[in-house]
């Protein structure tokens, strides 16, 4: 049983996980979408190889490191969302990892599509394109100019792609992808008109997926829905039902309407975003509120009146931001029925280069 864990420890529900990447996979084949799933979130061999079994078109991923553990595991077919720049070290796996299987990689300045090229000639690429997150990127109008470079360079342009991560936020999702179809739909015009190939159109997040449609986008890249975590309940992306990965803890401290359990910041991370209502919540006490961390304690808070756990109780903490936690861990334990049934071990774990 959970209590006979060590903790804290990173536990993953078995069935709804499952649920969780089976529901994805068919919403996204019956609105015609490629799902291409962001893996910088599980990080995981086990959970990739299931994506692919239920259809996926590929795997996301955000760096060269992550892209060489799943190409070792046999994932054939990549896209590094990111404006790689080409380093003579990077240059070198970036030529490997073309040698051995399906890989794109996000540009956004003719400068890095030069360098790209100079490193892997004829590397397939999509153009990168800021539809609102101000990150990286560049406008709409300026992607066509991008793309002519990049094929000018040597390079072969796919098409064009964003990340609207500024559906992070309530009651944002429904502008968003309205702001991220238009910002695709405008690109890709942008490239056509020149001749070139835009037939790829990338976007999506977990808090916009449910309303992506094939008109504008071809592929999305939605990552956060294998597990579910405290941002997306509270942002009503998904229900407490769907919460596959908790951290299991153990109550150590207890006073008045606080108790404190043993992960803290170094296990759960401390991302906190300005609309959040903790650095957490507890999956099976949903009206209380982590508080505040440190790095081995996690202050939890109880509404008035309520009982509070016991000294040596099991809870199970939901934590903000699921992807800070999982590369925070060396392994997931599977739990299936409420007993463990295996680990995985967190495969791309600090893979950041």
């Not at 553990?69 to 990549?78: E, K, P, Q, W």
């Not at 029925?337 to 280069?353: C, D, K, L, Q, S």
Request: aromatic share 4%; with cysteine; proline share 5%.
């Amino acid at each position: 049983m959970l209590a006979d864990l060590p903790t804290p420890c990173v536990t993953v529900d078995a069935g709804v996980l499952d649920r969780n990447l089976r529901t994805m996979a068919a919403s996204a084949a019956a609105r015609g979408l490629a799902l291409r799933p962001h893996a910088k979130t599980h990080k995981c061999v086990e959970i990739a190889r299931r994506q692919i079994e239920l259809g996926a078109a590929g795997l996301t991923v955000a760096t060269i490191s992550e892209a060489e553990v799943f190409a070792d595991a046999g994932i054939r077919d990549l896209f590094i969302a990111y404006p790689v720049w080409p380093s003579p070290q990077r240059a070198a796996r970036l030529r490997a990892l073309a040698a051995r299987v399906a890989l794109r990689v996000g540009v956004d300045s003719a400068e890095s599509a030069e360098a790209l090229a100079r490193a892997v000639p004829g590397l397939e690429i999509l153009v990168e394109v800021d539809s609102g997150h101000h990150r990286s990127g560049v406008a709409p109008a300026e992607a066509g100019g991008i793309a002519a470079e990049a094929q000018k360079a040597g390079l072969e342009v796919r098409g064009v792609f964003t990340f609207p991560g500024h559906a992070y936020g309530p009651g944002r999702s429904g502008r968003v992808t309205e702001e991220e179809a238009a910002a695709l739909t405008g690109a890709a015009g942008t490239v056509t008109a020149l001749g070139l190939d835009a037939g790829v159109r990338s976007g999506g997040s977990t808090p916009t997926a449910a309303l992506t449609d094939s008109a504008s986008l071809t592929e999305m890249r939605p990552g956060v829905y294998v597990f579910g975590d405290a941002q997306q309940v509270e942002l009503g992306t998904c229900g407490w039902d769907e919460v596959a990965l908790t951290v299991t803890s153990t109550v150590v401290s207890r006073s008045r309407r606080k108790v404190i359990v043993d992960a803290g910041s170094k296990v759960l991370g401390a991302d906190r975003q300005t609309w959040a209502t903790g650095f957490g919540r507890l999956l099976d006490h949903p009206d209380a509120r982590i508080t505040a961390l440190s790095e081995h304690h996690a202050t939890v808070m109880f509404p008035e009146g309520a009982p509070l756990p016991r000294l040596g109780e099991i809870l199970r903490v939901v934590p903000n931001h699921v992807c800070a936690t999982v590369n925070l861990a060396d392994e997931l334990v599977v739990v299936s029925a409420g007993e463990p049934v295996g680990r995985w071990a967190v495969a791309a774990r600090n893979a950041n280069t």
